[in-house]
């Protein structure tokens, strides 16, 4: 078995924006060495979700995690995305792409931002 | 000095969108029991930015830190923010309105976003 994930972010038109998220590849891929790691997009920036679902799935993954980096699944997250997967599953059925969910209803996130803003404030 | 704060969430129409915020919420005031917190939205929910600035004014805070909820600095958080704040501090010449980094920026929250992710994988 052959795993791969694809972070899923909004994008911008900036380039500058995607930054956080090329760190959080960066880190997974430091901790999943063995994982084929993509950051997609939205819009503005590329790839989108379909290619870099291609693409995964041409190198030979047969399990693919898509991880929305969004806080809250919101409209377009859930609008969108599953019919996004739903045809790189009818391209690729060697391939099973699953939609996790979005990184912020994740415990670990809201208590980072908790002490992010907790940090604003100072000692 | 009376310190508040106000994190900064864009908003969705599904109230259910709110949640992961509102434990943030919950986690900073239980992390920083004098200081006054409130969630305010771009756009859907109330309270919007400028209501929620008005009430913290109000309620005597001198200092105000607005840290967007949000990953990266996107279009609307870099043109309609500095906006808002430019609008309250006129209002409220008393109190100092400052804007924080959007969490999503914040070394802890991109890190806890890659475990988020990395766990989305399994063993």
Chains 1, 2 share one sequence.
Request: hydrophobic share 55%.
């Amino acid at each position: 078995m052959s795993r791969g994930l694809i972070l899923f972010a909004h994008g911008a038109r900036d380039p500058r924006w995607a930054e956080p998220f090329e760190a959080v590849a960066a880190q997974v891929r430091a901790a999943r060495p063995g994982v084929a790691v993509r950051l997609a997009f939205l819009e503005f920036m590329a790839p989108d979700l379909a290619s870099a679902g291609d693409e995964l799935a041409a190198a030979g993954c047969t399990e693919v995690a898509v991880v929305p980096l969004f806080l809250g699944a919101g409209g377009h997250v859930r609008r969108d995305v599953p019919g996004l997967l739903q045809a790189l599953a009818e391209r690729h059925p060697g391939t099973r792409f699953t939609l996790q969910p979005a990184v912020g209803e994740a415990p670990e996130v809201v208590a980072a931002m908790a002490a992010a803003a907790a940090r604003a404030l100072g000692t």
